[in-house]
């Protein structure tokens, strides 16, 4: 992105909560021009010397984030609500914190990012939807597979039916057990959802966002002792379409992986973030596998651009809106009911 001209405004951010999400919406706000971060907000992190120390997640190497001595830093939400300086308020502390977080945020007339899932049930998703509505600011869910490179690719191909009409669908995502869901259930923090509303509900979005919404889901998963769907495979069921399915899974060894399978009339287009480089490929009859370059950034700093320049220029959010966010919430609670009915669950 080029350096905005010295008359266009820039978009003064702050970031709430400090995990790994949280510094790697920082990383992606130091690089954009169009962005000033000027506040951090956690009740336990905190920089030291400017210098956040760095946290692991399953995208890319940990790293220090130097945001340098004039951010401010809050040890609450409200006090930092309370600054007129901050134009926008990026939202990545643990789900059940999402909705009194996001409202508080609209309410004092904030732009807000909130990062996945937007809350832990549909209902909690549409009463920031409705606050959203009359309030000034913009908010933004963060679906960042939207904006990921191979995703987008994806999408092209499939509204554009490059190689002609899809036939298939698989889409797969795992990980181990993060680190931090242990700690804040362990400490009485609530109900993540486990892997099917942290970590699957991407690949859930993602179906949406290509298909639309399915006329049913049937899922099966494994469930813990306590309740949490750590491991799930779902058929999203369109009976005028292609047929499309997505395993998601904490039970993964050690790291993380994601991909998806397409298969269309003339092609097979395929994306395996463990081949690096060549994650993906398209297989055509009787011609060599292409690969398909894999351009920076990736769908986080994607997406954050996305937004900076639609607050900057006065655009809409079209790409990933609030009613988004709520459908796809919806989406993954019949994917739970028919895990634990066994049944298929019409939507």
Request: glycine letters at 10%; proline letters at 7%; one cysteine or more.
């Amino acid at each position: 992105m080029s350096q905005p001209a010295a008359t266009q405004k820039l978009v003064n951010v702050a970031v709430v909560g400090l995990g790994f999400m949280g510094m790697t919406h920082l990383r992606a706000y130091l690089k954009n021009p169009l962005a000033r971060v000027r506040a951090v907000c956690d009740p336990s992190r905190a920089p030291v010397n400017g210098i956040l120390p760095a946290v692991g997640g399953n995208i890319g190497a940990p790293e220090d984030v130097r945001l340098g001595p004039d951010v401010k830093v809050f040890r609450k939400l409200e006090d930092l609500l309370a600054d007129p300086a901050i134009h926008l308020v990026d939202i990545c502390t643990p789900t059940p914190l999402h909705p009194a977080q996001a409202i508080a945020a609209l309410r004092a007339g904030k732009h807000v990012m909130c990062e996945k899932p937007l809350a832990r049930t549909s209902a909690e998703a549409r009463e920031i939807q409705d606050v959203a509505r009359s309030a000034p600011g913009v908010l933004m869910p963060a679906m960042c597979m939207r904006f990921w490179s191979g995703w987008g690719f994806l999408r092209e191909m499939v509204r554009e039916e490059r190689f002609g009409k899809t036939l298939s669908a698989h889409f797969f995502r795992g990980s181990e057990k993060p680190a931090w869901g242990k700690s804040w259930t362990a400490q009485g923090g609530g109900d993540l959802g486990g892997a099917l509303f942290d970590l699957h509900i991407h690949d859930t979005d993602f179906v949406y966002f290509l298909f639309g919404r399915p006329d049913a889901v049937f899922a099966t998963g494994r469930v813990t002792a306590d309740g949490m769907v750590e491991h799930v495979v779902t058929q999203y069921q369109y009976p005028r379409g292609p047929v499309v399915s997505a395993e998601g899974s904490w039970l993964r060894a050690q790291g993380f992986n994601m991909g998806y399978q397409v298969q269309c009339e003339r092609a097979t287009i395929e994306f395996d973030l463990a081949r690096g480089t060549e994650a993906l490929r398209i297989i055509e009859p009787g011609k060599p596998v292409a690969v398909v370059p894999c351009g920076a950034p990736d769908g986080y700093a994607a997406e954050i651009d996305y937004l900076l320049n639609c607050l900057v220029n006065g655009e809409t959010t079209e790409k990933v809106t609030p009613a988004d966010a709520v459908a796809g919430l919806e989406i993954c609670e019949a994917e739970e009911k028919s895990i634990r009915t066994q049944t298929i669950v019409p939507l």
